[in-house]
């Protein structure tokens, strides 16, 4: 597997709930691939590479930015936040990365404000018990001032009118706040704010959909970059146990100005089994010993803010679900490692409704439908599965369980990835 014909955008996602291993996979697909593009999301993202001894946490910048061959680009459906930006440059010194010129930036991707981060807070804070267990870093306020068409865009850092822009959106922010009684010191934010703004100027701020589009005639090879996971779509997630832009296929469309007709592949990442992090339902969940063990073995705490991550056995429902809104073509199953200390592993393959049927679909509304999950129960392999690279050498359990997964999901899964290195897959046939 490899990139897709020409004249197509290759899409990477997430079909769970996020933290899948988008950021390994798209890293080792990048060699193939002469442009790497973020098409949504923003700072909550932590997307992990492993190499060489190396471990590197991205949360803005596309993943592809340490093969230093590929053109990395930010895209239009990205919310940008300038102080994070500069600390991610400035956390990549040390690789000696020619980032001010392998790295785009659109002008139209929305700019994340020090009040937008405030406004995060003070919305969860008012919402109690009932939060969704937002990352914080500002990412639903603003998307909501960019479709309320009252939002700052990169494009607009060059405006002479910038800082009375500013003033005005962060005028209204105080408004809010002063309703919510929130209490903030906005001073020492802002300073670092208009620092990093000046340093983002430095940048190469682009019509991205223009770059894309001309690379698409060129013949290049375009591999877009998802973050978060399909389940947490702002349409087809656990509404409101969401984030707050299109994480699916489509959202990398409208993300970096890339026609339908133009996608190609459609990567689907997902683990072996699944996790959240954050609020919301999660029927496979484990609340017991075995959940605690898979987070430890998995070293399942989140990348962006440390908090654990809720684990549970792998949810087919849910990941069929995934697999026909974004029209997948490629599985890629991640940490299979994870699951070597189990004697059995657990395949939920339906749920049973409250009022006692058996259904494959999800419920309009899991949070208030419980659903049951109809388990299936496989023979674990384990053993370690350190060193292996083919498929022909993989423990018969772990084939046993790849070919169940496969003939429930109905397509094959040719990547499986054993740890975090950059070598750890195991791969049918080859990359190519
Ligand atoms: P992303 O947000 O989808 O890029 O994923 P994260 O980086 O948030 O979380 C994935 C975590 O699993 C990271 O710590 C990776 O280093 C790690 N990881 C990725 N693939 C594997 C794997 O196959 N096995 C194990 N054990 N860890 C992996
Ligand atoms: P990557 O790209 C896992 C979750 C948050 C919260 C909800 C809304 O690393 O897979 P937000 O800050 O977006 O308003 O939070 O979404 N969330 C993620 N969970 N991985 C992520 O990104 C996430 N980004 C947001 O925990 O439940
Ligand atoms: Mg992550």
């Known amino acids: 597997m490899g990139a897709s014909n020409k004249m197509a955008v290759d899409v990477l996602l997430g079909l769970q709930w996020g933290d899948e291993g988008k950021g390994k996979i798209v890293d080792v697909l990048a060699p193939k691939y002469q442009v790497v593009a973020r098409f949504q999301g923003g700072p909550n993202a932590g997307h992990t590479l492993e190499f060489d001894g190396f471990k590197h946490v991205l949360h803005q910048i596309p993943s592809g930015i340490f ?24 956390g990549l010194a040390k690789y000696n990365l020619n980032i001010l010129e392998n790295l785009e930036i659109s002008k139209k991707a929305s700019i994340i404000l020090p009040t937008h981060r405030l406004l995060d807070a003070a919305y969860e804070k008012a919402k ?3 939060k969704i267990g937002s990352t914080l870093k500002g990412i639903g306020p603003t998307y909501t001032d960019k479709i309320s068409r009252q939002g700052l865009r990169v494009g607009d850092m060059i405006s002479p009118n910038f800082k009375a822009k500013y003033d005005k959106l962060v005028n209204t922010h105080k408004g809010i706040l002063d309703v919510y009684k929130f209490e903030y010191d906005l001073a020492a934010a802002e300073a670092e704010f208009f620092e990093a703004v ?12 223009y770059v894309v589009n001309q690379a698409l005639t060129d013949n290049k090879t375009i591999l877009a970059e998802g973050a978060q996971g399909s389940l947490l779509d702002v349409d087809f997630g656990s509404y409101p146990f969401v984030t707050s ?16 007709k133009n996608i190609g592949e459609v990567y689907g990442i997902f683990k072996a089994y699944a996790t959240r992090v954050g609020s919301g339902p999660f029927p496979t969940e484990l609340m017991d010993e075995v959940g605690e063990r898979m987070r430890q073995e998995g070293r399942e705490f989140g990348s962006t803010t440390g908090r654990p991550r809720r684990c549970g056995w792998i949810d087919l429902p849910a990941l069929k679900y995934a697999m026909m809104i974004n029209g997948v073509t490629q599985l890629v199953m991640m940490k299979a490692d994870v699951l070597n200390i189990f004697e059995e592993i657990h395949v939920c393959t339906a749920y049973q ?39 022909e050498e993989l423990p018969t359990e772990l084939s046993a369980y790849i070919a169940f997964l496969e003939e429930k999901l109905e397509l094959p899964i040719n990547f499986i990835s054993t740890g975090p290195d950059r070598d750890e897959c195991v791969l049918r046939g080859k990359l190519a």
């Open 67 to 90: 093969r230093s061959e590929v053109q990395n680009i930010i895209g239009n459906g990205v919310v940008l936040d300038p102080i994070i930006f500069k600390k991610e440059i400035d």
């Open 128 to 130: 109690g018990d009932a």
């Open 198 to 209: 000046e340093f983002m100027k430095k940048f190469n701020l682009v019509d991205s959909e």
């Open 245 to 260: 832009s299109n994480t699916v296929t489509a959202g990398a469309c409208t993300g970096l100005g890339v026609a339908p």
């Open 353 to 391: 409704l409250p009022d006692g049927t058996i259904s494959e679909q999800l419920p309009y509304d899991m949070t208030d439908t419980i659903v049951t999950p109809v388990y299936e129960t496989l023979k674990g392999w384990h053993c370690s599965l350190e060193g292996l690279r083919k498929f």
